[in-house]
Nanobody
Framework: VQLQASGGGLVQAGGSLTLSCAISGLTFTNYAAGWFRQAPGKEREFVAAMSWTGSFRSGPTSYADSVKGRFTISRDNTKNTVYLQMTSLSYEDTAVYYC??????????????WGQGTLVTVSS
């Protein structure tokens, strides 16, 4: 199983960035995909998640309150890739972003697989 996250970088406050997570080795009907982030000195926190149905159609999405209206999670079935489109970025969004796959909940202990993380730095 591999979750390969990419797309992080340095962006100015107010700017946008899109993260990608290429997932392989999973049976997609059994897992939902999501994003977490961990800022320096803070605990890892949930950002967004998307489930999918047995027909590979996008299922329900969920977002942390802090990113609602600014971040959008989506996926491309042809590329087995999940995206996190981030807009109106602020300094508080600076963190290492991790993609994840889970069969149950988005509590940290329930996540089945983690990607390696990609750093997003927002300059003020």
């Amino acid at each position: 199983v591999q979750l390969q996250a990419s797309g992080g970088g340095l962006v100015q406050a107010g700017g946008s960035l899109t993260l990608s997570c290429a997932i392989s080795g999973l049976t997609f009907t059994n897992y939902a995909a999501g994003w977490f982030r961990q800022a320096p000195g803070k605990e890892r926190e949930f950002v967004a998640a998307m489930s999918w149905t047995g027909s590979f159609r996008s299922g329900p999405t969920s977002y942390a309150d802090s990113v609602k209206g600014r971040f959008t999670i989506s996926r491309d079935n042809t590329k087995n890739t999940v995206y996190l489109q981030m807009t109106s970025l602020s300094y508080e969004d600076t963190a290492v972003y991790y993609c994840a796959a889970s069969r149950s909940s988005w509590k940290l202990d329930d996540v089945d697989y983690w990607g390696q993380g990609t750093l997003v730095t927002v300059s003020s």
